[in-house]
Nanobody, 120 residues
Framework: QSQLAESGGGLVQPGGSLRLSCDAG????????IGWFRQAPGKEREGVSC????????TYADSVKGRFTISGDSAGNTVYLQMNNLKPEDTGVYYC?????????????WGQGTQVTVSS
């Protein structure tokens, strides 16, 4: 199965928006849950959001609730992370990953990451 691939990162001012895309490759929402994670410099990687198989349920970290929205396209091949009202603390490398479930299973399959920088 092909690897996951993220895109859409960049430099944005505080309060701005970005939409990240995850090409799920062979790990489509038909069979897998897809999560978004991020890692800031000097910090551990943290979970940001997750969408279950077939897009049934979405979850968010408290730090992004109300600002970020995860969704999948109708084919289940691409998962998006719409990020609004971005803050400097949202800066980091964002990764998407696939697992059987959003919780209780390990994310074995990862993309290469896309850099998001929020700065004035």
């Amino acid at each position: 199965q092909s690897q996951l691939a993220e895109s859409g990162g960049g430099l944005v001012q505080p309060g701005g928006s970005l939409r990240l895309s995850c090409d799920a490759g062979g790990y489509t929402l038909d069979y897998y849950a897809i999560g978004w994670f991020r890692q800031a410099p000097g910090k551990e990687r943290e979970g940001v959001s997750c969408i279950t198989r077939n897009g049934g349920t979405t979850t968010y970290a408290d730090s992004v609730k109300g600002r970020f929205t995860i969704s999948g396209d109708s084919a289940g091949n691409t998962v998006y992370l719409q990020m609004n009202n971005l803050k400097p603390e949202d800066t980091g490398v964002y990764y998407c990953a696939a697992a059987w479930y959003c919780s209780g299973s390990e994310f074995h399959y990862w993309g290469q990451g896309t850099q998001v920088t929020v700065s004035s």
